[in-house]
């Protein structure tokens, strides 16, 4: 998400730089933004990381109205992400062949279909809400003939305890 929300203002900048292409995402960046996309460059960097990846959603929202841009962003996380997991099953085989992904980008369809697009393999894509360390505990219940179900029960328990704090 962050890495989708760093293009999304890196493209809304060089458009009104005058070296980007025209696109859907500097008029989404600069309405959340409530300005011109220069002047909140100190607050986006004072806000942090979390401010940033919230400008991810704006490059799905581009995307569905069929902005090259958009699609070029999402493609080019994807392919990232891709690698990233196409490495991580050809250095740690065999890990089997369920793939638990976690974060809001997720549950974006056109996103989690151009991850799985390039994907050297045949993974069974379970997204969850639950934090990344789920799938860890999942895979390692299933490795080890444990029933993983009491223990997905208690890390959905506990984890929805954490963050309503």
Known sequence: ???????????????????????????????????????AIATLHQRGVSYIASFAPLVFEADAMGDEQAGEILDTNAAR??????????????????LVVSGSIFYQKAFLDRVRERLHYDFDVMPTDMPPVYGACILCCRMSDINENAIAERLRREYKSVTEE
């Open 81 to 98: 992400l891709a690698d990233l997991i196409n490495c991580a099953h050809e250095n740690f085989a065999p890990v089997g062949k369920t």
């Open 1 to 39: 998400g962050y890495d989708i929300g760093r293009m999304a203002l890196l493209t809304a900048l060089e458009e009104r730089d005058g070296i980007g292409r025209r696109t859907l995402i500097t008029p989404l960046v600069e309405e959340k933004i409530g300005g011109r996309v220069f002047d």
